[in-house]
């Protein structure tokens, strides 16, 4: 953990960036069932079709929040990533307002030569957003945070959906 970076939260953030630290891992009950759908992205992203990549992420989304008896998030699959000279963005979250919905956009082409990005960093983007939903739905944190838990959270989710042979 950068100290500096700490240092400068609230206190409020400071303990919940504590407990985010605290969950190393999400168990999905339904794991089994959601490999083939994740098998299914690998085989559609490759074609560029953004509409069957959204069903797919969408189904892929919908099981992991139903198996987890949790509140849906929405995801928008976007084409190419806004960048800027320096980086580029490969998704984003935005917590639900009240009354509304959580919702996800992931942009599936490289900001620079618009190729379609590959199978294991899209997922990884897609589990990303996924974990900050989780922060605030499942683990009732407030805030959500880049810890090491959170990327221990993230890689548990890929190693469930994504057999060791295909990594
Ligand atoms: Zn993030």
Redesign the pocket.
Known sequence: MAFAYYKRLTRRQQGIYRRSNETPAVPLPNWRSLRPITRRLGEVLPDGDRGRVQEICTELLDRMADGLKIRRARILVLARRPSDETEELHGC?TPAPEGGHAVIKVWMRTARRNQVVAFKSFLRTVL??FC?HLDYVLLGLGDSF?TEGFYRRESSLFHQLVPATRV
């Open positions: 979250y990303h957003e900050h880049h």
